[in-house]
T-cell receptor, first 111, second 115 residues
C-alpha cells in the first residue's frame, strides 16, 4: 500500500461541474501539498496545508489531520482545469523535508 | 507568488555528452532545493536534496558521479547529467524551499532527450 493514495485516478466531467479529488495518507505529516501538472509537464503549486481549509479563486483545499485525509475541490470547472492533480505530503520528523507523492488524478473537463 | 525557473526547458543531446540544467529561485532565497525525475505516466521521484554551500544528499539508487549537483548560492542550483545515455531521457524538475515560509515552489521542468 502506498503511503499516499489518491482517488479517483481518472475523472472526466462536464464544464461547470463541481469536482472533488481525494488524498489519503498513512504517515504523520507536517504539511500536505496540492500540485497541478499540465500536459506540457510544468508543475504549479496550488496549496500547502497543515490544517483546516484554504481557498484560492475556484479552488478549495481541506485537510483533516485526525483522519489523515485531504480533498481538493474545483467549483464551476472549466476545460482549462484539465490537468493531473498531485497530492504530496511532507514528513513530520524534524529534518525530514522530503515529499512523498501520490500517483495523481487525471482530470478532463469537457466543454 | 514565488517563482522558480529552469533552464533550458528542453534539451536534446548525443549519447556520451554532458548536460547542465539550472534551477533558480527568482524572488526568494532557497537554502534547500530538490531535484526530481519523472518518467512518462509516473509520479515524481526525488533524486537528491541540495543545500546551499554543502554537498547534496542523494537518494538510494541515484549515482552521485553521474548526476552532479551544485548549490553555489541561495538562488541557484545546477544538475549536470554526465555521460548521458538514452535511458537518462526524462523530465527533470526542481523545487526550491523558501527559508522563510518553508513552502516548496516547483520549477517548470526540463525535458531531456538523449539520442
Amino acid at each position: 500500500k502506498n503511503e499516499v493514495e489518491q482517488s479517483p485516478q481518472n475523472l472526466t466531467a462536464q464544464e461547470g461541474e463541481f469536482i472533488t479529488i481525494n488524498c489519503s495518507y498513512s504517515v504523520g505529516i507536517s504539511a500536505l501539498h496540492w500540485l497541478q501538472q499540465h500536459p506540457g509537464g510544468g508543475i504549479v503549486s496550488l496549496f500547502m496545508l497543515s490544517s483546516g481549509k484554504k481557498k484560492h479563486g475556484r479552488l478549495i483545499a481541506t485537510i483533516n489531520i485526525q483522519e489523515k485525509h485531504s480533498s481538493l475541490h474545483i467549483t464551476a470547472s472549466h476545460p482549462r482545469d484539465s490537468a493531473v492533480y498531485i497530492c504530496a505530503v511532507r514528513g513530520s520528523n524534524f529534518g525530514n523535508e522530503k515529499l512523498t507523492f501520490g500517483t495523481g488524478t487525471r482530470l478532463t473537463i469537457i466543454p | 507568488g514565488a517563482v522558480v525557473s529552469q533552464h533550458p526547458s528542453r534539451v536534446i543531446c548525443k549519447s556520451g555528452t554532458s548536460v547542465k540544467i539550472e534551477c533558480r529561485s527568482l524572488d526568494f532565497q532557497a537554502t534547500t532545493m530538490f531535484w526530481y525525475r519523472q518518467f512518462p505516466k509516473q509520479s515524481l521521484m526525488l533524486m537528491a536534496t541540495s543545500n546551499e554551500g554543502s554537498k547534496a544528499t542523494y537518494e538510494q539508487g541515484v549515482e552521485k558521479d553521474k548526476f552532479l549537483i551544485n548549490h553555489a548560492s541561495l538562488t541557484l542550483s545546477t544538475l549536470t547529467v554526465t555521460s548521458a545515455h538514452p535511458e537518462d531521457s526524462s523530465f527533470y524538475i526542481c523545487s526550491a524551499r523558501s527559508y522563510i515560509s518553508y513552502e516548496q515552489y516547483f520549477g517548470p521542468g526540463t525535458r531531456l532527450t538523449v539520442t
